[in-house]
Nanobody, 126 residues
Framework: QVQLVESGGGLVQAGGSLRLSCAASGLTFSRYAMGWFRQAPGKEREFVAF????????YYTESVKGRFTISRDNAKNTMYLQMNSLKPEDTAVYYC???????????????????WGQGTQVTVSS
């Protein structure tokens, strides 16, 4: 049984930082490309960041470039999202997701991810 469990969300003031974690079990984590998505109230889910399993390029949505960093520790079966200089518009439920394809194509398409976590709330106050 595959499980992805996010943690690290919370309430932070604008300009602050948070580090999200996504702990994976039930799959060969080192062979799964991983992504972070988020969904704000009343909005559609959107792509945030992608990291392949092979050590290739990472990708970010434009609004978080230079502020967020995605990383992974295959030995710990865990992926991270370091979020700095947080803004109120970053407020959302953040989800981690995994897929077998390591290709950088269509990394922002949530429909191509096989497994999802339950989400962790991030709230940024102004």
């Amino acid at each position: 049984q595959v499980q992805l469990v996010e943690s690290g969300g919370g309430l932070v003031q604008a300009g602050g930082s948070l580090r999200l974690s996504c702990a994976a079990s039930g799959l060969t984590f080192s062979r799964y490309a991983m992504g972070w998505f988020r969904q704000a109230p009343g909005k559609e889910r959107e792509f945030v960041a992608f990291i392949p399993w092979s050590g290739g390029s990472t990708y970010y949505t434009e609004s978080v470039k230079g502020r967020f960093t995605i990383s992974r520790d295959n030995a710990k079966n865990t992926m991270y999202l370091q979020m700095n200089s947080l803004k109120p518009e970053d407020t959302a439920v953040y989800y981690c997701a995994g897929r077998r394809s390591d290709s950088g194509n269509n990394y922002s398409n949530g429909g191509l991810y096989a497994y999802w976590g339950q989400g962790t709330q991030v709230t940024v106050s102004s």
